[in-house]
T-cell receptor, first 113, second 112 residues
Framework: DTEVTQTPKHLVMGMTNKKSLKCEQHMGHRAMYWYKQKAKKPPELMFVYSYEKLSINESVPSRFSPECPNSSLLNLHLHALQPEDSALYLC????????????FGPGTRLTVL | LAKTTQPISMDSYEGQEVNITCSHNNIATNDYITWYQQFPSQGPRFIIQGYKTKVTNEVASLFIPADRKSSTLSLPRVSLSDTAVYYCLVVLGDNAGNMLTFGGGTRLMVKP
């Protein structure tokens, strides 16, 4: 299995809602990432987990809360988001170190009303 | 942190060879050069990675001159399905922060 899956594909939420994005891989990778991508812009790194520990947080607002329950799963908990947080949220994984070849999921298209 | 510069867009025709050059003037000794392809509403897909000279795989070649301050992704005989955004990244060879920065990307349009 060489796939990274993300659920849901689309999510619409209000500014007072709490929701979660889910990412899963079964390639035995030990590094997992969250990126945010706005339209016609490159992906921007948000968080990196290495061996289930948060290793990089790119100064992301606390309304985004990552969680890595085990080596195969990565969640992104969302709370009190703003309309400008609407974007494509991409999950990726790599074998070991941050910087190894990354395998990306299809993304979750998030709209904040 | 090695920053990359690429052309914003390129046009080509089916069957032609396409070369996309990326500039990374302050690349460090331990850095690798990696290229990704992204289609609309999909995640980026790894194409090729290299450190120096030339690397070739089943989809592309990567040419890196001796000074490593630039690199060229070469796509042989492109087809319409190669229309996508191509990103060049310089990735640190050690486990340090801030090394996963995508450049602006090059939008390649392949025409019939």
């Amino acid at each position: 299995d060489t796939e990274v899956t993300q659920t849901p594909k689309h999510l619409v939420m209000g500014m007072t809602n709490k929701k979660s994005l889910k990412c899963e891989q079964h390639m035995g990778h030990r590094a997992m990432y969250w990126y945010k991508q706005k339209a016609k812009k490159p992906p921007e790194l948000m968080f990196v987990y290495s061996y289930e520990k948060l290793s990089i947080n790119e100064s992301v607002p606390s309304r985004f809360s990552p969680e890595c329950p085990n080596s195969s799963l990565l969640n992104l908990h969302l709370h009190a988001l703003q309309p400008e947080d609407s974007a494509l949220y991409l999950c990726a994984s790599s074998l070991d170190r941050a910087g190894d070849t990354q395998y990306f999921g299809p993304g979750t298209r998030l709209t904040v009303l | 942190l090695a920053k990359t510069t690429q052309p914003i867009s390129m046009d080509s025709y089916e069957g032609q060879e396409v070369n996309i050059t990326c500039s990374h003037n302050n690349i460090a000794t331990n850095d690798y050069i990696t290229w990704y392809q992204q289609f609309p509403s999909q995640g980026p897909r790894f194409i090729i990675q290299g450190y120096k000279t030339k690397v070739t795989n089943e989809v592309a070649s990567l040419f890196i001159p001796a000074d490593r301050k630039s690199s060229t992704l070469s796509l042989p005989r492109v087809s319409l399905s190669d229309t996508a955004v191509y990103y060049c990244l310089v990735v640190l060879g050690d486990n340090a922060g801030n090394m996963l920065t995508f450049g602006g990307g090059t939008r390649l349009m392949v025409k019939p």
